[in-house]
């Protein structure tokens, strides 16, 4: 078993070793910087103030409209 843990462990860095020679090795990056005297954003939500809500009766009177009630003739039928 420790013969094929060195064998595959082998066979890793021949493969990382031909990728670092194709590719190049991989550049450190600098570190981010963290900023003391930055404040937090704080996003909300909803900014929009509510508007006031009417029902269809109220607006067909104010647009000068006209409600229509289509009842069912027979049973409701369930989905």
């Known amino acids: 078993m420790a013969r094929q843990a060195d064998r595959l462990a082998k066979i890793g860095l021949e493969g990382f070793a031909a990728r670092d020679e194709h590719f190049g090795r991989a550049k450190r990056r600098p570190p981010v910087l963290k900023v003391p005297y930055a404040h937090p954003t704080y996003y909300y939500a909803n900014q929009i ?3 006031e809500v009417i029902d269809t009766n ?3 009177q104010r647009y000068k ?5 289509d009842y ?4 409701p039928v369930p989905f």
């Open 49 to 51: 103030p509510a508007t």
């Open 65 to 69: 409209g006209r409600v229509y009630l």
């Open 58 to 60: 109220e607006a067909a």
């Open 72 to 75: 069912p003739k027979g049973k």
